[in-house]
């Protein structure tokens, strides 16, 4: 079978072996809309559900509006997602990490150590060209020893924004999914907004949470006085019945991963000598796993999105609504990758109708 053309806008890859589609291509073939998509089998499914298609790390922004299907899965894709900590612009001012995600051509972008600038210095805020920030939530205040407060940066937020030429927004909302009788003033939240391709049909928008739960080396150190936050955070931001819910989870996918990289990590051996390890590592996994039982399904990748190591950056999808995750191979080069402009991978996936 002659491998067909697919229209992937916002995602970075290329198979082996097939024919790239550009743009004109696909206006040309009059894949407007929601076409069917045909799944292993060659059965049509209809526009209602979505699958996803994910791409662990955008590559090759010079392939980025288009890629091609090799081997007839898919056919057409909706909505390309991604999710980034951009630990509180450190390693990488603002208008280079928009730069980046402009390059890359994602339709929804969800980010982490985002940061609320004051009124007078709007200026300094991560501004995407080609990109509206529809949501941003307030989570904590930002330390006057960051680089970012001597521009105006006052606050830590999650945000969301969307592609001008390829999506729409509905609604959107924020959400505190804190317990201030556990994290003080140290609040997490959720940024929540419904989110339409342009030209889809499909009944219901697409609701997208960003999250950044409670974590760091602190609240490791003390997790026993936080035990249960981050369960609590899954649970209310799950309480809006989002989707996607993506971000930085503070949580590992795996206890062979806290074992594998936490070998040094004082809040890790201090647990292991003081007969509490299991607790631990439980604690490390608070928030995959309360995902997890809620019924969500975690985008299968255990890629290094963390530059200690490990998978704490999650796409979850909500499987009632018809949600289904398949593998996508990446190739090319590092735009986002090797931690240059973040201590965090940027972790994307393509959401499509089946």
């Known amino acids: 079978m002659a491998p067909r053309l697919l229209c992937m806008f916002g995602a970075a890859a290329l198979l082996p072996g097939a024919p790239l589609a550009s743009p004109g291509t696909c206006a040309a073939a009059d894949l407007d809309g ?3 998509i045909t799944d292993a089998a060659g059965e049509e499914g209809g526009p209602d559900g979505a699958a996803l298609l994910q791409v662990s790390r955008l590559q090759d922004a010079e392939l980025a509006p288009h890629a091609v299907e090799a081997g007839g899965d898919w056919k057409f894709p909706q909505m390309t997602i991604a999710t980034w900590n951009l630990a509180c612009f450190e390693k990488a001012k603002p208008s280079e990490i928009a730069a980046t995600l402009a390059q890359l051509e994602v339709d929804v972008i969800g ?7 004051n009124e007078t210095s709007q ?17 904590e ?6 680089p970012a407060y001597a521009w105006g940066g006052r606050w830590l937020q999650n945000a969301i924004y969307i592609r001008d030429e390829t999506v729409t927004w509905e609604r959107s909302f924020t959400k505190n999914i804190s317990n201030p009788e556990v994290v003080g003033d140290y609040l997490r939240c959720a940024a929540v907004a419904d989110l339409r391709k342009n030209g889809c049909k499909r009944d219901l928008p697409v609701r997208v949470a960003s999250v950044h739960l ?19 955070e899954i649970r209310e931001a799950l309480a809006v019945r989002p989707d996607v819910l993506m971000g930085d989870f503070n949580s590992y996918n795996s206890k062979e991963q806290v074992e594998q990289f936490q070998q040094s990590y004082s809040p890790y051996t201090d647990a292991k000598e003081n007969g509490q390890l299991n607790q631990y590592l439980g604690w490390t996994l608070e928030g995959t796993q309360e995902a997890a039982r809620a019924g969500y399904v975690r985008i299968d990748n255990s890629e ?4 200690y190591g490990g998978t704490v950056d999650h796409i979850y999808l909500r499987p009632e609504v018809g949600l ?3 593998s996508f191979r990446v190739l090319g080069g590092n735009l986002v990758g090797d931690f240059e402009q973040s201590d ?8 499509i109708a089946y």
């Open 304 to 307: 290094n999105t963390t530059t």
């Open 324 to 326: 289904k995750a398949r």
């Open 111 to 117: 980010t982490q150590e985002d940061i609320e600038f």
């Open 123 to 139: 200026d300094s805020a991560l501004s995407i060209p080609g990109y509206t920030k529809v949501v941003a939530c307030r989570g």
């Open 141 to 146: 205040a930002l330390w006057d020893s960051e």
């Open 214 to 232: 409670t974590g760091g080396r602190f609240v490791d150190s003390n997790f026993l006085s936080y035990n249960g936050e981050k369960g609590h």
């Open 344 to 351: 965090h991978n940027l972790a994307a996936t393509g959401l």
């Open 34 to 36: 929601c076409p069917p």
